[in-house]
């Protein structure tokens, strides 16, 4: 991490165990994620991130979005809170909920999500049962800007991983998790260094650094 990087004041929105926002907390705390979590903010009440929150001191929230007939008072009070605690970057880790024009118009570019599989092939839910159905060879996950749409987003940063002949859907999973728990503290970084610059559809990292261009094969070539 580059010693004139400012921190990047992150707001994390989530649903549901937080796995992906404690790989996010374990690079903020040791020093390698030029970023601090202003507030975490869940929906859901028994959601595990907010143990996770608990146990690590960083100032959280429920905002059950039972407690609102309308969806947009849901949205203008997690706004609400986020806006009150600085936040400069939300971050969806698992947050189970359409994101409007509400969180759009008060963060435009500055909300990111991280989907399991490599967008644009199958966006929405059961993304890994969806894969082995239709007999894809690789499978992997997407960090992207949040749009209008549902897993429409530019695509920031993606891992591919192969699908195995014997995986089921938890095995893949499984495997992809453990690569977006490396992905998505990478793509903060990125943005926190400034390297990201939006041409059309494509995110750019400026300096480049270019990639092996060796093709990946499955299953191998004899």
């Known amino acids: 991490m580059g ?11 989530a649903s549901g165990g937080g796995t992906n926002l404690q790989s996010i907390i374990d690079r903020c705390q040791d020093g390698s994620l030029a970023a601090d979590i202003a507030i975490i903010i869940c929906n859901n009440p028994g959601a595990g991130a907010l143990d996770r929150a608990k146990k690590s001191g960083i100032p959280h929230r ?3 979005h039972r407690d609102f007939s309308e969806r947009q008072d849901f949205d ?36 990111i ?21 239709h007999g894809a060879r690789f499978s992997g996950c997407t960090v992207h800007f949040v749009d209008s749409g549902v897993d429409t987003g530019r695509i920031i940063l993606q891992a591919v991983v192969p699908v ?21 503290p990478r793509a903060i970084q990125l943005i926190a260094e400034g390297r990201l610059r939006i041409d059309g559809r494509r995110v750019l990292v400026e300096p480049a650094t270019a990639p092996e261009c060796q093709a990946i094969i499955n299953p191998p070539l004899d």
């Open 3 to 13: 010693a004139n990087v400012k921190k990047l004041r992150l707001g994390i929105l």
């Open 76 to 111: 203008r009070s997690v706004v609400s809170a986020l806006q009150d605690a600085d936040v400069e970057l939300v971050v969806l880790a698992g947050f189970m909920r359409i994101i409007s024009d509400v969180f759009l118009d008060a963060f435009p570019q500055r909300i």
């Open 113 to 133: 999500n991280i989907h399991p599989a490599l967008l644009p092939a199958f966006p929405g839910l059961h993304v890994q049962r969806k894969a082995l159905e």
């Open 164 to 184: 195995l002949d014997d995986d089921t859907e938890a095995t893949l999973s499984a495997r992809i998790l453990e690569q977006e728990h490396k992905i998505y």
């Open 62 to 64: 429920c905002i059950n």
